[in-house]
């Protein structure tokens, strides 16, 4: 009698077509998204899973995130971290189904059940959380709830049933063999089966990019044909400032940020899609009466244009999270009366399409026309991403205390935290006075009038809306030289510095420091990002 021999497989088998199985699935996802706009799971729990965690905890993640995106120069810091969020988003997912997979193969193995019904479940399990989610708050979804719901627990059903099926089919091949040469052909059976899974959930998933992609492409040229330079404010109007005695060094940022590279952080990994002729801005709380603005409403008043330099809390010193441009809307001010508040009001809580919030004092109000609610920037029309239809601008402040994508203004009789604040930020968030060295300018030397060559140094300084009265540069740690200071756009933007350095071959460190337009000079003692604004003075060191 031949001997029989129980092969069970190994836990690596159940691993594979999970892996396998649950990239097909990101990639089915972000096809509907794309081809069908059926919302994407990922992005819609990973936005859900930051609006729950600790603020603490979040705050780390971001400032951990942006030290990474600087250490590696990895580029733009706003557009890499937002890449990395969705990375994040993805991965979240994939390890969710990746050990559930492991799970479902360790309990088939044991228990032998039915791969189907095993799978099913596993699908329900991932699935109904995922739907709830998208339909409590879902931004990638173009389509109704129902659709929405139905899409994301079908979806969920058919990849548990497959992978149910896929890993009892491993199992299956468990049964007894005989002999080495039954062994071997179960090996090879087993092996086969893997290699078609594999071949299979790869052409899925890369069907589902690639069309994806194509599909997101064509939208890109679009909006690209419907909003052209041509159209911007800057492309036929000079600079307020174009006269000014002091040139930029040669390297220093853009005076006027380009649209294209405007940083943009927020609470998404990807922007609410407002639809303009469904939007409404609504007026509540303790008013005389409810009202409703449409976007031609807010545009028939006087507009208001002003040059501002915005930035996020976020930003570290010397980092890119800043950008000035001319943004045109509404004042606060202006608008105020026509609201009809009750005299119990004393602020207003201005909430976002994504649920973000803050709360704006009446006193700050009346006593600061510069705040408004924006609806353009350079002249065109806020992009999606930039908080589309309506956003707020309040000067001196950071940007984690102006919404994006405005719904709503509810009169309140109280101050309450913000959506940061509430998360451990900064209950003020002013802008701290900052410089930064853009550029030592060893290719772009000249030779002045005593035969001297000259480096030119450049940057910027920035005090919110308190101004730049002075800046100063060091070169190793020697006597502070005072450097040129180009006339700003407005009291509201940073300001264009420039420093000659007499040049001398070897190692150089330069340090530069601002003061502010009162005269009270930049914080030199460095903190980080959290809670209230990193501070610090920027340094760069080069060999020439």
Not at 161 to 182: H, I, K, P, T, Y
Not at 194 to 200: D, I, K, M, P, Q
């Amino acid at each position: 009698m031949l001997e029989m021999k129980l092969r069970r497989p190994g836990i690596f088998g159940g691993l594979f077509a999970a892996v396998m199985l649950t990239a097909a699935l990101i990639g089915v996802f972000f096809f509907g998204w794309r081809v069908a706009g059926l919302p994407f799971v990922p992005f819609d729990t990973f936005d859900r899973l930051t609006r729950v965690l600790p603020g603490r905890l979040v705050a780390f993640g971001i400032g951990t995130m942006v030290t990474v995106i600087r250490a590696l120069n990895a580029g733009p810091t706003a557009a890499v971290a937002k890449t990395a969020e969705q990375a994040m988003a993805i991965a979240v997912l994939f390890m969710a189904g990746v050990v559930g997979g492991i799970i479902l193969f360790l309990i088939l193995r044991v228990t032998r059940r039915r791969g189907l019904t095993a799978g099913l479940a596993l699908g329900l399990v991932l699935g109904i959380p995922a739907t709830l989610i998208s339909l409590r708050a879902s931004a990638t979804a173009s389509v109704g709830p129902e659709l929405g719901a139905v899409w994301v627990v079908g979806t969920f059903l058919v990849w548990g049933a497959v992978l149910g099926r896929a890993e009892a089919r491993l199992l299956d091949g468990q049964s007894s063999v005989d002999g080495a040469a039954d062994a071997a052909a179960e090996r090879i059976d087993r092996r086969r089966f893997l290699v078609r899974v594999s071949g299979t959930t790869a052409l899925v998933t890369v069907a589902g990019a690639v069309v994806g992609e194509l599909a997101e492409e064509r939208r890109r040229q679009a909006v690209m044909m419907a909003a052209t330079k041509s159209k911007q404010w800057s492309a036929t109007h000079p600079l307020p400032n174009a006269d000014a005695a002091v040139r930029p060094a040669a390297g220093t940022r853009p005076e006027f940020t380009p649209l294209e590279t405007h940083y943009r952080i927020d609470i998404n990994t990807i922007p609410p899609r407002v639809d303009e002729q469904q939007w409404r801005l609504h007026i509540t709380g303790l008013v005389e009466k409810p009202l409703t603005f449409m976007l031609p409403d807010l545009q028939r008043y006087e507009p208001m244009h002003q040059f501002a330099t915005l930035s996020c809390i976020s930003n570290p010193v010397g980092g890119d999270l800043i950008g000035t441009t001319r943004w045109t809307g509404v004042s606060l001010q202006r608008l105020l009366p026509d609201l009809r508040l009750k005299p119990a009001a004393t602020h207003l809580k201005i909430r976002s399409a994504d649920q973000f919030f803050e709360v704006v004092s009446l006193e700050a109000i009346k006593a600061d026309a510069r705040i408004m609610l924006t609806y353009l920037w350079d002249g065109v029309p806020l992009t999606r991403k930039h908080g589309f239809p309506l956003r707020i601008y309040i000067p001196d402040l950071h940007g984690m205390k102006q919404p994006k994508w405005i719904e709503s203004i509810e009169a309140i009789d109280h101050w309450e935290p913000g959506y940061w604040v509430q998360r451990g930020w900064d209950k003020v968030a002013q802008i701290h006075a900052t410089s930064v060295i853009d550029t030592v300018a060893v290719d772009m030397t000249i030779i002045d009038a005593d035969r001297r060559k000259l480096v030119p140094i450049g940057g910027i300084a920035h005090a919110g809306a308190r101004g730049i009265s002075k800046v100063e540069v060091q070169a190793d740690g020697g006597p502070w030289q005072e450097a040129g200071l180009r006339t700003p756009l407005s009291q509201l933007t940073w300001v264009i510095w420039r420093y000659d350095w007499p040049f001398q071959p070897g190692k150089h460190t330069f340090t530069v420091r601002c003061y502010e337009g009162n005269g009270t000079r930049q914080i030199s003692t460095p903190s980080p990002e959290a809670p209230s604004g990193a501070t610090g003075l920027h340094s760069r060191s080069m060999m020439l």
